[in-house]
C-alpha cells in the first residue's frame, strides 16, 4: 500500500503530507492500480474555487472599499479645513483688516511680522493674507518694504493648522510624538529663517533689491484670467452649501475704504441675471428741438417729428430752460441687472457673524478629528506587516550612491507641485501629517516636502499680482515671498549638515508633547498667539523700550543654549557646577512643577487628562530612542533645547 514519503530534518520525522496546502488536506489520494499515479478528487478544485473567492473579496474590500473610504475621509477632512477657515475670518477677518489697515506702524519691521502672524492666524490662509497685502501694495497703501515684512510673519502663521490637526493623534503617544514633530517642523524652518532674514533685509534691503532688480528687467502686463481653484472645484459644492465668505470687505476694511462695523463678510448675493424690462427716460430738449428728428420711440408707439412739435407748442416755452423733472418723459426698452440671494445653510440668519463662526470652528473641528481619527484607523489597518515596510521603502527611498544627494531637491518638487494644485500648504501638509504620525514618512522626507509647499504656495500671491492694476509693485511682493524660501531653502537645506537645526528641534518638541501632552495646546497658545502679541505691544513702545526689553532676553537664551552645546559636547572642560542646570531654580529647566498645575486641574476631567499619567514609563522608552538615534548617527535633538524646554528626563 502505498505511503506518504518522509522527510527527516533536525532530527525528526515529518510527513510530507503535512506541507501540501491546505485545500488539498479535504481531498482524498487514491493510488491508480494500473499506473500507480495519485490522483485527487474535484473536492480540490472546488476547494480552490474557494479560497480564491475568498481571496478576491478580501481583497477587494480591504483594498479597494477601504481605499474610497479614505478618499472620502480625505474629502471630508479638506472641506472641514476649508471651513474651519471660513470660521476664523468670520470671527477675526475684521480685527484682521483693522490691523492691517494702520499701515505707519508697519515702518517697524518686527511689527510688521507679528502683524503677518495674526493676520494670518487669524485668517487662516497665508495665500489670503498674501493677496490682501499684494492689493495694498498695488493700490500704494503699503510700500513694498512693509509689505515683505508682513509676508515673512505671513509664512510663520500658515503653519499653525497643521499644528492643530497633528492633535488628532492625541491619544496615542508614539504617534502623537511622530505627528507633532511632523507638523512642528514647518514652524522650526519658518522660524529660523525670519531669524536669519529679517535682520538681513533690515540691514541691506535684500529682498527688495533683489525684485526690484528682476522687474525691472521684465516687461510685465495684467492678466486677470489667471486663476487655478482646482481644490475649491472639488470642495465648493459641500462648502457652498454651508457657508460663503465675502473676502473683499477684508481688503476694504484693510484700505480704509469701508468702516468695520459696516461690514458684511456673510454673502448676501452670489449671482446677476439681467432681464428685460421698460424704464422710463427724460426727452431731452436737443432730441425735441432736433430738425433732423423724423421719429421718438415710445414703449411701442411711433411718435412723429409733428407730435414733438406740439409738445413744445404746448409747453410753450423753452426747453432748454426747463428742469428734468419737468421735461417730458418717454418708456423706452432695456435690461436691469437682478441680484440672485445666496442659498446655503447660515443665509438670512438672525444670529452675529461672531456667533456663526464660533458655530462653524466648533463643528469644523469636530468633523476634522473625526475624519482624521477615522483616516488613521483605516491606514493603520492596511498599512501593516509586509504592506506597510513596503510602502516606508518606497516613499523613503533615496536614489542610489552619490545621487542620494538629490532625493531631497525631488521631495521639494513633489511638495511644490501638489500645493501648486491644492492652492494651498496647509492642506498639503495637514494631509500628510498624520502619515508622519503613522510612520509612514520619516521627518527627514517630511522636511523637504514641507519646503516644497512653502514655495508652491507662492504661485497665488504671483497670480493676484498678476491680475493687479499697478502690476510692477504687486509683483515685487510676490517675488519677494518666493524669494524668502528660496533663501531660506539655501540656508537650511543645500549644506546636509544645516537639516539637522530645524529636525532636532522638531522631534525635541514631539518627545517634549509625547511626555507631557498638554504642552501641545501650551505650544500653539503661547507661539501663534502670546509671543507675537507681546511683541506686537512692545513695537508701539518703540524700538528703544524693544532693545531694552529684547536684548537681554537674547542674551539669555543664547546664554542657556551656547551652555547646553557645551554639556553636550565636552562636559570636561566646564565646572562641575555648570555641567548640569541643577544650579537653576527647578522650573526654569524642568517642566515637571507645571505639570503637577495641570494634573491638578484636569484630574477631575477625565475628557482632558492631558497630565503625564505613565510618564516613568515613557522616559524608559525615549531613553531607548535616544540611544538609537544616537547609534544610527542622528543628531541628538538636544543640542538645541532651552531651559524652558529642558525636561527632567534629560537633566
Known amino acids: 500500500m502505498w505511503q506518504p514519503k518522509t522527510t527527516e530534518k533536525n532530527g525528526e ?21 494500473t499506473c500507480g499515479t495519485v490522483t485527487v478528487s474535484t473536492k480540490a478544485t472546488t476547494a480552490t474555487k474557494v479560497s480564491w473567492k475568498k481571496k478576491a473579496k478580501r481583497i477587494l474590500f480591504d483594498y479597494v472599499f477601504f481605499l474610497c473610504l479614505i478618499i472620502a475621509f480625505l474629502y471630508l477632512f479638506i472641506s472641514a479645513l476649508s471651513i474651519m477657515g471660513s470660521s476664523f475670518q468670520l470671527l477675526g477677518g475684521k480685527d484682521a483688516g483693522r490691523s492691517l489697515s494702520n499701515n505707519e506702524l508697519f515702518d517697524n519691521p518686527v511689527a510688521g511680522v507679528v502683524v503677518g502672524v495674526l493676520a494670518t492666524v487669524l485668517l487662516q490662509s497665508s495665500s489670503t493674507t498674501t493677496s490682501i497685502m499684494i492689493t495694498m501694495t498695488a493700490a ?35 504617534q502623537f510624538e511622530l505627528a507633532f514633530a511632523g507638523a512642528t517642523i514647518h514652524d522650526m524652518f519658518n522660524f529660523l529663517t525670519v531669524l536669519v532674514m529679517l535682520p538681513l533685509e533690515a540691514a541691506t534691503g535684500y529682498l527688495r533689491t533683489l525684485t526690484a532688480a528682476i522687474v525691472e528687467s521684465w516687461h510685465l502686463e495684467t492678466d486677470k484670467s489667471q486663476k487655478v481653484d482646482f481644490l475649491k472645484k472639488l470642495t465648493k459644492p ?19 475704504e469701508l468702516a468695520a462695523s459696516e461690514a458684511r463678510l456673510l454673502k448676501a448675493t452670489c449671482a446677476t441675471h439681467e432681464i428685460a424690462a421698460n424704464c422710463t427716460e427724460v426727452i431731452s430738449p436737443a432730441m425735441l428741438n432736433a430738425t433732423n428728428a423724423t421719429t421718438v420711440t415710445v414703449a411701442s408707439t411711433m411718435v412723429s417729428s409733428t407730435t414733438s412739435s406740439s409738445i413744445v407748442a404746448t409747453l410753450g ?9 419737468t421735461l417730458p418723459t418717454r418708456v423706452v426698452s432695456c435690461t436691469k441687472e437682478v441680484k440672485i440671494p445666496c442659498d446655503y445653510l447660515f443665509h438670512g440668519t438672525s444670529l452675529s457673524e461672531s456667533a456663526v463662526g464660533a458655530i462653524l470652528l466648533v463643528c469644523s473641528l469636530l468633523v476634522l478629528c473625526i475624519a482624521l481619527v477615522f483616516m488613521v484607523k483605516i491606514l493603520t489597518r492596511l498599512l501593516q ?16 550612491g552619490k545621487a542620494a544627494y538629490f532625493t531631497g531637491y525631488l521631495a521639494i518638487l513633489i511638495g511644490a507641485g501638489l500645493t501648486i494644485l491644492v492652492q494651498s500648504s496647509s492642506v498639503f501638509t495637514s494631509a500628510i501629517t498624520p502619515l508622519v504620525g503613522l510612520g ?109 526689553v529684547g536684548t537681554p532676553i537674547c542674551l539669555i537664551a543664547l546664554s542657556m543654549i551656547l551652555l547646553k ?78 531651559p524652558a524646554s529642558y525636561t527632567e528626563s534629560a537633566v
Not at 143 to 168: K, P
Not at 385 to 400: D, I, L, T
Not at 524 to 544: D, M, Q
Open 440 to 548: 509612514i514618512i520619516d521627518l527627514e522626507r517630511m522636511y523637504p516636502l514641507t519646503l516644497g509647499a512653502n514655495v508652491g504656495t507662492t504661485v497665488t500671491g504671483i497670480l493676484a499680482a498678476l491680475a493687479s492694476n499697478n502690476i510692477e509693485p504687486a509683483i515685487r511682493v510676490a517675488m519677494g515671498h518666493l524669494f524668502f524660501n528660496l533663501t531660506g531653502i539655501a540656508v537650511w537645506f543645500v549644506i546636509p549638515k544645516m537639516r539637522q537645526p530645524p529636525i532636532a528641534a522638531a522631534r525635541l518638541l514631539g518627545k517634549t508633547t509625547a511626555k507631557y501632552r498638554w504642552f501641545a495646546i501650551a505650544y500653539i497658545v503661547v507661539v501663534f498667539f502670546l509671543i507675537p502679541l507681546a511683541l506686537f505691544g512692545l513695537s508701539l513702545a518703540g524700538w528703544k523700550v524693544m532693545v531694552g
Open 317 to 325: 416755452t423753452n426747453l432748454t430752460d426747463m428742469a428734468n423733472d
Open 565 to 642: 552645546v557645551l554639556q553636550r559636547k565636552c562636559p570636561d572642560h566646564l565646572p562641575e557646577k555648570f555641567r548640569t542646570f541643577h544650579f537653576l531654580p527647578r522650573w526654569m529647566h524642568s517642566l515637571e512643577p507645571l505639570d503637577k498645575v495641570f494634573a491638578c486641574v484636569t484630574k477631575r476631567l477625565p475628557c482632558c487628562s492631558l497630565s503625564t499619567a505613565g510618564n516613568e514609563d515613557h522616559d524608559v522608552s525615549t531613553d531607548t530612542t535616544n540611544s538609537n538615534s544616537t547609534n544610527s548617527g542622528t543628531s541628538d535633538s538636544s543640542t538645541v533645547s532651552s
Open 140 to 174: 500704494e497703501i503699503l510700500t513694498v518694504e512693509q509689505a515683505i515684512y508682513m509676508v515673512m510673519g505671513a509664512n510663520i502663521g500658515t503653519s499653525v493648522t497643521n499644528t492643530i490637526v497633528a492633535l488628532g493623534q492625541l491619544k496615542d503617544r508614539d
Open 385 to 400: 506587516g509586509r504592506v506597510a515596510e513596503s510602502v516606508k521603502s518606497f516613499v523613503n527611498a533615496e536614489f542610489p
Open 13 to 33: 520525522k515529518k510527513n510530507q503530507k503535512d506541507k501540501v496546502p491546505i485545500f488539498t488536506m479535504t481531498s482524498r489520494l487514491s493510488r491508480s492500480p
Open 238 to 256: 459641500l462648502t457652498s452649501r454651508i457657508v460663503q465668505i465675502d473676502k473683499k470687505p477684508i481688503a476694504d476694511i484693510a484700505k480704509g
